[in-house]
T-cell receptor
């Protein structure tokens, strides 16, 4: 069974600094997608960034980037120039590229941003 | 372009009761997935509906059932509610066949069981 592990229940970062959230996953598939979702107190799950496993280049979306290490099954999220609005729960998620399969989520990391 | 909408936003029930949660997918989407998110946990997949049929199911008992209507909206029904059913229930929509597109989530329904 596929599993996603986020080993950091909580993290904090000073405003304008950089923080990295960790995620590892376990799968026997070779083709899959990885996602980072943000869940603020408003509860809506917002897609931050996604990575396709067959692409070696790490995905980047403005201040958000990932470090995708396929052999190590690692998928970390780097947030640069952190802003107060980045404070939220962050979930790493996995989905195999076989049909419209559901997402498998980690337990999340709560990120606090200190002004 | 309307996103995923869920109703109600918050619901309080007692043990043994039954509840129905509703979801309207994002415009253009035809597939609806339901997730349960217990406090302090990541979302867990309940089931997925496409073409008015349950296509995939997670590890949830038969007390959890659903339905999809011709307009692609969906309902989640939970019978014989238990205290452990207290959670945030998230609906996500997508377009079948568009595997490279992410699911879009609604704001969820917070279900509290007393």
């Amino acid at each position: 069974a596929q599993t996603v592990t986020q080993s950091q229940p909580e993290m904090s970062v000073q405003e304008a600094e950089t923080v990295t959230l960790s995620c590892t996953y376990d799968t026997s598939e070779s083709d899959y997608y990885l996602f980072w979702y943000k869940q603020p107190p408003s509860r809506q799950m917002i897609l931050v960034i996604r990575q396709e496993a067959y692409k070696q280049q790490n995905a980047t979306e403005n201040r958000f980037s990932v470090n995708f290490q396929k052999a190590a099954k690692s998928f970390s999220l780097k947030i640069s120039d952190s802003q107060l609005g980045d404070a939220a729960m962050y979930f790493c998620a996995y989905r195999p590229n076989s049909g419209n399969t559901p997402l498998v989520f980690g337990k999340g990391t709560r990120l606090s941003v200190i002004a | 372009d309307a996103g995923v909408t869920q109703s109600p936003t918050h619901l309080i029930k007692t043990r043994g009761q039954q509840v129905t949660l509703r979801c309207s997918p994002k415009s253009g989407h035809d597939t609806v997935s339901w997730y349960q998110q217990a406090l302090g946990q990541g979302p867990q997949f309940i089931f997925q509906y496409y073409e008015e049929e349950e296509r995939q199911r997670g590890n949830f008992p038969d007390r959890f059932s659903g339905h999809q209507f011709p307009n692609y909206s969906s309902e989640l029904n939970v019978n014989a509610l238990l205290l452990g059913d207290s959670a945030l229930y998230l609906c996500a929509s997508s377009l079948m066949g568009e595997r490279n597109q992410p699911q879009h989530f609604g704001d969820g329904t917070r279900l509290s069981i007393l």
